[in-house]
């Protein structure tokens, strides 16, 4: 397993971007697939969007995108354009890396054994 920090969060307006960070402990992160998944209040969590160690990436919102910074051992996620019903505490996920696999097997949060604290986003309207 590895350790990873969220940041980045907080209370913005509808129509703000914000970006968050995601920080894993290992030397070893360009071989990790990383995602973001969020967990609105009271529902469950839902995938967000998913960058495997090999570069392709698969963001479930337009609004939303992912990018990776090995050097820094730290994913992105940039979110434009937030809407009220984006409001939910965002979680990163790590993966070691595993070849042959489609998009709907990075959607699903059982694959992921690392998992962050999350970071709370609320977005007013």
């Known amino acids: 397993q590895v350790a990873l920090v969220e940041s980045g969060g907080g209370l913005v307006q509808a129509g703000d971007s914000l970006r968050l960070s995601c920080t894993a402990s290992?030397?070893?992160?360009?071989?990790?697939?990383m995602a973001w998944f969020r967990q609105p209040p009271g529902k469950d969590r839902e995938f967000v969007a998913v960058?495997?160690?090999?570069g392709v990436a698969d963001p479930a919102r337009g609004r939303f995108s992912i990018s990776r910074d090995n050097a820094k051992n730290t994913v992105y996620l940039q979110m434009n354009d937030l809407k009220p019903e984006d409001t939910a505490v965002y979680y990163c996920?790590?993966?070691?890396?595993?070849?042959?696999?489609?998009?709907?097997?990075?959607?699903?949060?059982?694959?992921?054994?690392?998992w962050g604290q999350g970071t709370q986003v609320t977005v007013s309207s």
């Open positions: 996920a790590a993966q070691k890396a595993v070849a042959g696999k489609g998009n709907a097997y990075y959607r699903d949060t059982n694959i992921y054994d690392s």
């Open positions: 290992t030397r070893a992160f360009s071989t990790y697939t």
């Open positions: 960058l495997r160690w090999s």
